[in-house]
């Protein structure tokens, strides 16, 4: 089966500009997740979809982030205004209903924030 | 917040040798998970073990979980310089719940 699909790869934006991240999961995961990942650490969740629904968004710097799952399958992330240290791995993982302990990640878009 | 905390922060081993990383968390948790991660890409599952069980096996791989250290370890045996990446413990507090992740550790295995 195909894995968890992101783009882009990378991103190179100033300051204060606005960036989106695409994800597509695994065909049939319904639980999506959004981590941040900063240089020499461990990703961080930022949010949690469950279908369409948000399950914990916590973490989730809501005054510049924000996150959508339209239809319960894609889902984009959106950061603006992006501040300097939002640059970092921004991950994508899903899992399913039956294995929901494992999640599944995508490569990852690489964000710097110049 | 980061709840796993790993230790050593980064292992140099020679091809054959063994590996040994340990992960401590604070809360109680469902289940301990590791990953592994290569440079520049995603997050690989490599191996579950669930608060009621105390050792696991798959393939060259061993984990065991002590709940009442709040502690975990992960054996790499016969490590090959295939197995350089880096390694993440993550808790989840419940099932299906958020996974929280460790600092990891750097391991390089030397050909």
């Known amino acids: 089966e195909a894995g968890v699909a992101q783009s882009p790869r990378y991103k190179i934006i100033e300051k204060r500009q606005s960036v989106a991240f695409w994800c597509n999961p695994i065909?049939?995961?319904?639980?999506l997740y959004w981590y941040q990942q900063i240089l020499g650490q461990g990703p961080k969740l930022l949010i949690q979809?469950?279908?369409?629904?948000?399950?914990?968004d916590s973490q989730l710097p809501k005054d510049r982030f924000s996150a959508e799952r339209l239809k319960g399958v894609d889902s984009t992330l959106k950061i603006q205004p992006a501040k300097l240290e939002d640059s970092a791995v921004y991950l994508c993982a899903s899992s399913s209903f039956r294995t929901q302990e494992t999640q599944y990640f995508g490569p990852g878009t690489r964000l710097l924030v110049l | 917040s980061q709840q796993g905390e790993e230790d050593p922060q980064a292992l140099s081993i020679q091809e054959g040798e063994n590996a040994t990383m340990n992960c401590s968390y604070k809360t109680s948790i469902n289940n301990l998970q590791w990953y592994r991660q290569n440079s520049g890409r995603g997050l690989v599952h490599l191996i579950l073990i669930r608060s009621n069980e105390r050792e696991k096996h798959s393939g060259r791989l061993r984990v065991t979980l002590d709940t009442s250290k709040k502690s975990s370890s992960l054996l790499i045996t016969a490590s090959r310089a295939a197995d350089t990446a880096s390694y993440f413990c993550a808790t989840g507090e419940t099932s299906g719940s958020r996974l929280t992740f460790g600092e990891g550790t750097q391991l390089t295995v030397n050909p």
């Open positions: 979809f469950q279908n369409n629904g948000v399950v914990d």
């Open positions: 065909s049939g995961h319904a639980t």
